[in-house]
């Protein structure tokens, strides 16, 4: 009877053993850096919005603290978008005939919110709060980065779930005291770690499993 | 000396009648694929079981597009159809898990003309349940989120819940079912593939046998890998249906939180699985003239394996009726009660009885043991037992539970219906087409119980030992 396969095949055979090892690990390798990639997470992305405000330019240059405009962070589960007349209340002076802040003004005279687009978008099923994690020393730049240097904000983490967790599972490495959650330099480092043990003891922050648990979040 | 044979054929009844040679035998079981034109009745049945399964395929489609509110499960009865069908088709599959391990491991003779196909069924089988869970999750395509693989959400699925387990189970079950039947298919592979005429076949078999050459070597290391994986599949046929049994007994709920679910839930399993494997042996061997491989023997040795384990399964229902009146339990008193006379749901209970117990109370006669109709008609009455009974479990005990205000009733909609007929279809055209493609009897094994096999048997056809040599 004559040969059916070259005898080549029986190489290709087992070559083909190795190729689904090989290509297992190429794909898990490629799935795993596109799923945290900024192409899926929106990660470092500089949104085009109604008027370029540079918190650069209004934290950093001016020193405006962050609750001047975000009023509710203490209290409330948004920080609060300032309205326009949080604008104007410095606009009406200064830089006032400036034709860049002609949409600002307009929104003023029309009584016309500014349309902005947000960055930082949560799903619809996750319940986050600002005010507590406040109230249980996270600051701001923690989640939000140097915002005091980014002249259009961006999202400075990817967002996703495991992001979230690594912190709720471990919290005591990410707190500082109360008087430095605005402070945009901070960091971690600034303390020992005893310090932040210490931190999490004084802000009562209740333990990884219930920090973990579904409805912390998802209610 | 004549005596002497009677009874030794009586003891050890021969597994292969008929004047049989390792040609004849290899001859028979292959012509089947290659040779036999395909007879008009294969047409008409895998025709009607392939129409049957496209109800399977347009209520998938519907209740992914529209969502499973289109089924009848609503609350309190959330788990119906889907899981009673699910644990249905995978007790089905566990006859054929046994007869290709355990009997294998035991030296059972006879189970080498029926493996085959009762592992076959066993992988569509298990192919019918699962297709249960994962379009009842609503969004089949997140199905994977069963599984534990690294992700972005930095969570693993929850591991103390025994739905997990149940997909480690069967997922386990079906990678190792498979992996059985094809090692098991190799040899015979290689022999269709040195029959066949037409080249694309000869391709197509060939790569699927893998190069064997049937070498000393190789038949040296598919012993190894047989044996191994009976091994393997031998805890699997304990284990998956205790595992399936634990979705209903780590619950609190009075009717599933009983301590003998596990062992009576896998009796369960291989009482109905044979009855599946006799529902499909019986016209098999009549349809494709085989009672000389598969014999009055082999029905009668299922038969006896089908009472057995169905008395177990009896007992099962005896002792859960007991647990319940000698717990003393209110709760528990009041579900046996409400099952079996006062719950609307009573009928089930005792068309229950009626089809495993007392059906199967025939097969201790020798008469109804030994008539193949008879055998085919208590399987299909089994069969429907055992549905029934996945029925009682979980429609009477969750349509009264502890809350009398959240008390209801359960009715299955037009898609329960068309969605579990569809599988029921789609088993039996899986069916037809591994009958029409693949050898439906393992041709070496059988090879090796004939009397030419023994070694110190003088060979009297020198002819057909070479013709088999040379394949």
């Keep these: 009877m004559a040969q059916l396969f070259h005898r080549g095949a029986n190489n290709i055979a087992k070559a083909s053993m190795a190729l689904v ?10 799935y795993s850096q596109i799923a945290r990639s900024s192409y899926l997470t929106n990660r470092y992305l500089e949104r085009p919005q109604p008027v370029q405000f540079s918190h650069k330019h209004h934290v950093g240059d001016d020193g ?8 509710s962070v203490e209290t409330a589960a948004s920080a609060g978008i300032p309205p326009t007349q949080t604008c104007m209340n410095c606009h009406n002076q200064l830089w006032a005939e400036t034709p860049y802040l002609e949409p600002v003004r307009a929104s003023y005279r029309d009584n016309k919110p500014i349309l902005w687009e947000r960055v930082h978008d949560l799903p619809g099923f996750v319940y986050f709060n600002h005010s507590i994690h406040v109230a249980k020393g996270v600051g701001c730049s923690t989640c939000h980065g140097a915002v005091d240097t980014m002249p259009a904000v961006y999202q400075e983490n990817t967002l996703q779930m495991e992001w979230c967790t690594s912190c709720h599972k471990n919290p005591e490495a990410f707190i500082r005291p109360k008087s430095e959650i605005y402070n945009m330099s901070w960091k971690d480092s600034n303390l020992t770690a005893e310090e932040r043990a210490n931190l999490k003891k004084e802000y009562k922050i209740r333990s990884r499993e219930m920090l ?3 409805s912390i979040c998802h209610r | 000396m004549q005596d002497l044979k009677e009874i030794q054929r009586k003891i050890y009844p021969p597994m292969v009648e008929g004047d049989h040679n390792y040609g004849s035998v290899t001859d028979k079981i292959s012509d089947i694929t290659l040779k036999k034109r395909t007879p008009f009745g294969w047409f008409i ?8 399964a496209q109800s399977l395929l347009f209520t998938a489609i519907y209740l992914v597009t529209t969502g499973v509110g289109i089924w009848g499960n609503n609350q309190p009865v959330d788990w119906a159809f889907p899981i009673i069908n699910f644990v249905w088709w995978i007790g089905i599959g566990h006859a054929g898990t ?9 030296n059972q003779k006879w189970r080498t003309s029926i493996n085959r196909f009762a592992e076959a069924m066993t992988l569509f089988a298990v192919a019918c349940a699962g297709m249960f869970p994962v379009l009842h999750t609503g969004r089949p395509w997140l199905a994977y989120w069963l599984l534990p693989y690294p992700n972005t959400m930095g969570m693993w699925p929850q591991f103390r819940s025994p739905l997990m387990w149940d997909v480690f189970a069967v997922s386990t079950y079906a990678t190792v079912s498979l992996l059985f039947w094809y090692v098991g298919l190799i040899p015979d592979l290689a022999t269709l593939r040195d029959r066949a005429k037409n080249k694309y076949f000869k391709v197509v ?5 893998w190069g064997w050459r049937g070498s000393a070597r190789h038949w040296h290391r598919y012993e190894i890998a047989y044996l191994l994986l009976a091994g393997l599949s031998t805890p699997l046929v304990l284990s998956v249906h205790s595992i399936v049994s634990l979705d209903f007994s780590v619950a609190q709920l009075p009717g599933w939180h009983a301590t003998i679910f596990p062992p009576y839930f896998v009796a369960g399993a291989i009482f109905a699985g044979f009855a599946m494997v006799l529902i499909l042996t019986i016209p098999l061997r009549v349809w494709y003239n085989m009672k000389d491989l598969i014999t009055d023997t082999h029905l009668v040795y299922m038969g006896k394996v089908m009472l057995a384990t169905g008395m177990i399964v009896v007992y099962g229902y005896a002792m859960e009726a007991f647990f319940a009146w000698y717990s003393g339990a209110q709760y528990e008193v009041f579900m046996m009660y409400n099952r079996m006379w006062d719950g609307p749901y009573w009928w089930s209970y005792w068309l229950l009885i009626l089809c495993n117990g007392i059906s199967i109370q025939f097969l201790w006669f020798k008469r109804f043991r030994e008539s193949a109709f008879w055998l085919f008609i208590i399987s299909v009455v089994v069969s429907v037992g055992m549905w029934l009974e996945r029925f009682v479990i979980i429609v009477t005990s969750l349509q009264r539970d502890f809350l009398p205000s959240s008390w209801g009733m359960y009715a299955p909609t037009m898609f329960d219906w068309s969605m579990y007929i569809g599988t029921i279809g789609f088993f039996f055209a899986l069916i037809f087409l591994f009958v029409r493609m693949l050898p439906v009897i393992s041709i070496f094994e059988v090879r090796a119980l004939l009397p030419d096999a023994e070694v110190d048997h003088h060979v009297k056809d020198q002819k057909a030992v070479e013709g088999a040599v040379e394949g």
């Design chain 1, 21 to 30: 090892i090989v290509l297992g690990g190429v794909v898990y390798f490629a």
């Design chain 1, 64 to 71: 405006i603290d962050c609750r001047y405009c975000h009023t």
């Design chain 1, 212 to 214: 973990t648990s579904c």
């Design chain 2, 45 to 52: 049945g895998f025709g009607i079981a392939f129409l049957v």
């Design chain 2, 98 to 106: 046994l007869i290709s391990a355990i009997l294998l491991l035991m």
């Design chain 2, 205 to 209: 078999y060939g790569l699927l046998s």
